[in-house]
């Protein structure tokens, strides 16, 4: 094979080496590229209000009813991360080496099979808790505290069924509150409720997925992390301060169908839009059209200006140097003596380099001119 390496060049010094020219791709398909928005978790929720109609001038009797349906799909964009809540504290003094053991209780107290992300554990608390809100039922919200998740909570579909949500699968099933005042449908109405529900779902999951942190080895722990912290200054004390990381989610709801059913004496309507007012019986069009006012439309989007923030399993070791130095003033000086007489030799190399730099610059320009003549003079 050809040498297709450039020659030595005297002028610099230097043997440049070129590497060859290689596809993007190399051998396998190029990966799709990274994208830099925030990724969403969606939720659907369905609320039902049930309006009379047909009632008389004292509104004390009502012959039909219509039912109102909204379903709404309420997002959480991911759109940054930041600290948590402090989980240690460690001093380290000069010269000091100390080893910390990082042990996950959830990992302790659950088995392979029961055991699930963060994200999915967040879903299941905000399930729990919107089902003990409007049913007043607490019996789900008991059973994911107690981290009890076994196969019954598996949709018919093969996905994990979480209540008013789905995960997957073809089991999954809606929440269906039902009232008597369309204010309930309100799109502002369900963001702040499912704002509510989320802060305290992140709550749960933060008390479920507690991080240990300590100085001593534990003998019953089964799942440790150890890291060794060394302080190798001689001066200033350096102080750990350990955090939790959690997600930062931007809520936001949009509202997704809007149906109504009509029941008086025997007629009973197919589920409907508000479009389709026009196939009811003409006796009936006025009446709906009039309750159905101040429904939101579909494609209704409100933002929540409130963020929640959903823990993780991360944490991170933020250190911080001490502002009094440790040491004795004698110490503390001579290490700056030191230190100084140190910077001033490398400042002394970098000179000599400049140096020899410049030198090379003057001999390349007398051999550019024809001087021949020795670069140095001769020793008298």
């Known amino acids: 094979m050809a040498d297709n390496h450039p020659p030595f060049d005297p002028t610099t010094g230097t043997t440049p080496i070129t590497l060859p020219t290689q596809d993007p791709c190399c051998q396998s398909p190029c990966d799709p590229a990274w994208r ?38 309420h997002s959480l964009c991911l759109i940054g991360k930041q600290h948590g809540g402090l989980a240690y504290t460690l001093t380290l003094l000069p010269g000091e080496k100390m080893n910390l053991f990082q042990s996950d209780r959830y990992r302790r107290t659950t088995s392979e099979t029961e055991r699930f992300s963060v994200q999915t554990t967040f879903s299941q608390f905000v399930s729990a808790v919107h089902q003990q809100q409007n049913s007043k039922d607490s019996s789900a919200l008991q059973q994911v505290l107690k981290s009890q998740t076994n196969s019954s909570d598996v949709g018919g579909g093969g996905g994990i069924n979480l209540g008013i949500f789905s995960l997957g699968g073809s089991g999954g099933s809606s929440s269906s509150s039902s009232s008597s005042s369309l204010d309930s449908l309100a799109t502002q109405s369900a963001s702040s409720d499912f704002v509510s529900t989320a802060q305290q779902a992140s709550q749960y999951t933060d008390l479920q997925r507690s991080i240990t942190i300590s100085s001593y080895e534990d003998s019953e722990t089964v799942s440790t992390t150890q890291r060794t912290l060394v302080n190798n200054n001689r001066c200033f004390a350096v102080t750990y301060f350990v955090r939790k990381v959690v997600d930062v989610y931007q809520s936001g709801t949009r509202v997704v169908a809007v149906t109504f059913q009509v029941f008086e004496g025997n007629f009973v309507s197919p589920v409907l839009t508000p479009a389709q007012v026009g196939q009811l019986p003409p006796a009936l069009q006025q009446q709906v059209e009039a309750a159905l006012k101040g429904l939101p439309p579909v494609g209704e989007t409100t933002p929540h200006p409130t963020l929640v923030t959903v823990p993780t399993d991360g944490v991170v070791y933020d250190p911080e140097l001490a502002h009094c130095c440790a040491q004795d003033p004698e110490l503390e000086l001579a290490d700056r003596i030191r230190l100084e007489r140190e910077q001033a030799e490398a400042q002394h190399i970098g000179l000599e380099v400049q140096l020899m730099a410049l030198e090379v610059q003057r001999r390349q320009a007398l051999l550019a001119a024809g001087t021949l003549d020795p670069f140095e003079a001769a020793p008298a």
């Not at 047909?54 to 009502?62: I, K, N, P």
Request: with cysteine.
């Open 36 to 73: 830099t928005k925030s990724t969403c978790i969606v939720f659907n929720e369905t609320r039902s209000v049930t309006l009379p109609i047909g009632a008389d001038a004292a509104g004390a009797f009502a012959p039909g009813r219509i039912v109102v349906t909204v379903t709404y799909a």
